[in-house]
């Protein structure tokens, strides 16, 4: 009997699939029909998603779920050993049927399609405690920020703080990043939140860092993780998805994310508020997010050194759905996620020339609800003051 004979034998059991490592690209196929499998794409080492036990096992929630799903569809799974940041091309050259996991980005749908969602995520920054460091711009001048390479958080470090002349390394493995930030080679990384928390942040190595600023939130980022498939791969995202929704409905689902996320019960029961873009200045927040809902703060049409455009009516409310457009995007939302607007007129005599300027921005057939109606007076004597209302994206 050869090796590879000896190790499905072990671990190849119940119908699911346990993985020996026996090489780079190792497989393990469990015992049934040819032809009756799907098989993903996967690079284990991120515990407590996906990595191996002392035995070599594929353990982990995304294994199980995995493992949980191919039952449901009474298909084998077959694990196939890939580097994260060449899952996309490798999984369109036909070397497996689906990458578990990765996260929906809008320039990951261009190429791929997905599951419906597995679970939620976040991402933050990790530094030394008490650095004091936010994840914005001003904050980060003259640091160095880890990232791990391939992964949608490098792709948002990239263009919202590299292009600002902020320093991004990136690293293949969260061994080599946690090293430099030890070594203070980097001052913070951006990491999905309960990745790092399991690789550093519980570790000896991570007392001396810690969380620091709020959530990150973009739809550059994501907010859940799903399953990857080739575009044209239909039917396979529709068996995903109906597997799925039967573990929901069993009540599996629950028990497997229930082990790996405790809070994540909870989590689903009470929606977290998280308040962005607060300053010390300002007695209010300029957004708070709820779940997946943003309620933003009103808006006037003023520019970045705080004036109010030209242009009369028609300018101000130009630009202060221009600002509004920029929250919502900045934070996983768009003017098409809109659900109310209020408006606030200083003059009421402007209100169909407000009407041109909103009906712009809005598509017919999804406008938002809206309230409007005349202050008399608005603070810096502007003409129009906006809030809205919207959803975060999917």
Request: glycine share 8%.
């Amino acid at each position: 009997m050869d090796v590879f004979a000896r190790w499905s034998r072990i671990f190849c059991r119940g119908g699911f699939v346990a993985i020996a490592l026996l090489s780079a690209s190792t497989l393990c196929v469990a015992a049934t029909s040819p032809g009756a499998e799907i098989r993903f794409g996967v690079e284990a080492l991120v515990p407590p998603f996906e990595s191996r036990n002392a035995q070599g096992e594929l353990v982990g929630l995304n294994i199980e779920l995995g493992n949980a799903l191919c039952s449901e569809l009474k298909r084998s799974c077959v694990w196939v050993d890939q580097d994260y940041a060449g899952m996309i091309p490798a999984l369109e050259a036909g070397k497996f049927d689906a990458i578990m996991p990765m996260t929906p980005t809008p320039e990951r749908r261009q190429k791929i399609d997905f599951s419906d969602p597995l679970y939620s995520l976040s991402s933050r920054l990790v530094a030394r405690k008490g650095s004091g460091l936010l994840p914005e711009v001003t904050s980060l001048k003259g640091k160095q920020i880890g990232v791990l390479r391939g992964t949608s958080r490098e792709a948002y470090a990239k263009a919202q703080w590299g292009a600002q002349g902020i320093a991004i390394r990136s690293y293949a493995l969260n061994d080599e990043l946690v090293r430099s930030l030890l070594a203070g080679e980097i001052d913070a990384t951006l990491q999905d939140t309960l990745e790092i928390a399991e690789a550093f942040l519980k570790t000896p190595q991570g007392k001396g860092f810690e969380f620091t600023g709020p959530v990150v939130i973009d739809e550059r980022l994501g907010s859940a993780i799903a399953i990857g498939v080739r575009q044209q791969d239909r039917e396979l995202r529709e068996a995903l998805n109906r597997a799925l929704q039967s573990l929901k409905d069993s009540g599996q689902y629950a028990a497997i994310v229930s082990r790996y996320l405790p809070e994540w019960p909870a989590a689903t029961l009470r929606p977290k508020l998280q308040f962005l873009g607060e300053q010390p200045s300002l007695p209010f927040s300029k957004v708070v997010r709820v779940g997946e809902w943003l309620y933003l703060s009103g808006v006037l049409g003023s520019d970045d050194a705080g004036k109010l455009v030209s242009g009369g009516i028609r300018g101000e409310m130009e630009q202060a759905l221009a600002r509004i457009r920029g929250t919502l995007e900045r934070n996983g939302s768009s003017m098409e996620n809109v659900v109310r607007c209020m408006v606030i007129l200083a003059d009421i005599k402007d209100f169909a020339a407000m009407n041109d300027v909103y009906m712009k921005h809005f598509k017919a057939g999804s406008r938002p609800a809206r309230t409007t109606f005349q202050a008399g007076k608005l603070l810096m004597d502007a003409r129009v003051e906006v809030e809205c209302q919207a959803l975060v994206k999917a």
